[in-house]
Antibody, heavy 122, light 108 residues
Framework: QVQLQESGPGLVTPSQTLSLTCTVS??????????WSWIRQHPGKGLEWIGY???????YYNPSLKSRVTISIDTSRNQFSLKVISVTAADTAVYYC??????????????WGQGTMVTVSS | SYVLTQPPSVSVAPGQTATITCGGN??????VHWYQQRPGQAPVLVVY???ARPSGIPERFSGSNSGNTATLTIGRVEAGDEADYSC???????????FGSGTKVSVL
């Protein structure tokens, strides 16, 4: 079974860049079947989709975050990454990486990482 | 943007049935997915495409979707079902994935 694990700093200074990595094990990130997504959850709030990347092509972002977010994939390391620039306290959240949606049209997220808390504070 | 509305909390006695609603404009025309999130754990997909269960999810979990309301039903509730449950759809108008605010299920 595919497993995902987030890693990265738990504290980021305002106006700096938030960088997280998701390591995929038990399966290849090169699979043509799946997109790979980042999702976050503000304290006490619902989940918010950030964006996804397909290892063989396109990337798509939440329109509300598009100007500040980049998702990339490193197939040699079986990892994908998230960068959010110019962070503020509003970016404080638990960040999850997830598998999904699928290339054949399933628009859900079937495997998730444990999540990593990121706090934006000076 | 598309909004999904869930009740903040639902309480249920062990062995009874929990019903969690997810409201949205004409949600019956969309595919709804449900996630279980136990405290400190990753979300788990428990129902997809309105009423399908992933491998390993008990038959006690079922879903329905019609009109402006989708529903997740948990039958014969157990203490281990205590968690937050969130609904999710894909908003085709802006190609955006939308989640509900979540419902905390408490087992009395």
């Amino acid at each position: 079974q595919v497993q995902l694990q987030e890693s990265g700093p738990g504290l980021v200074t305002p106006s700096q860049t938030l960088s997280l990595t998701c390591t995929v094990s038990g399966g290849s990130i090169r699979s043509r079947d799946y997109y790979w997504s980042w999702i976050r959850q503000h304290p006490g709030k619902g989940l918010e989709w950030i964006g996804y990347k397909y290892p063989h092509g396109n990337t798509y972002y939440n329109p509300s975050l598009k100007s500040r977010v980049t998702i990339s994939i490193d197939t040699s390391r079986n990892q994908f990454s998230l960068k959010v620039i110019s962070v503020t306290a509003a970016d404080t959240a638990v960040y999850y990486c997830a598998r999904g949606p699928t290339k054949w049209g399933d628009k859900n997220f079937d495997q998730w990482g444990q999540g990593t808390m990121v706090t934006v504070s000076s | 943007s598309y909004v999904l509305t869930q009740p903040p909390s639902v309480s249920v006695a062990p062995g009874q049935t929990a019903t969690i609603t997810c409201g949205g404009n004409n949600i019956g025309s969309k595919s709804v997915h449900w996630y279980q999130q136990r405290p400190g754990q990753a979300p788990v997909l428990v129902v997809y495409d309105d009423n399908a269960r992933p491998s390993g999810i008990p038959e006690r979990f079922s879903g329905s979707n019609s009109g402006n309301t989708a529903t997740l039903t948990i039958g014969r509730v157990e203490a281990g079902d205590e968690a937050d449950y969130s609904c999710q759809v894909w908003d085709s108008s802006i190609e955006h994935y939308v989640f509900g605010s979540g419902t905390k299920v408490s087992v009395l």
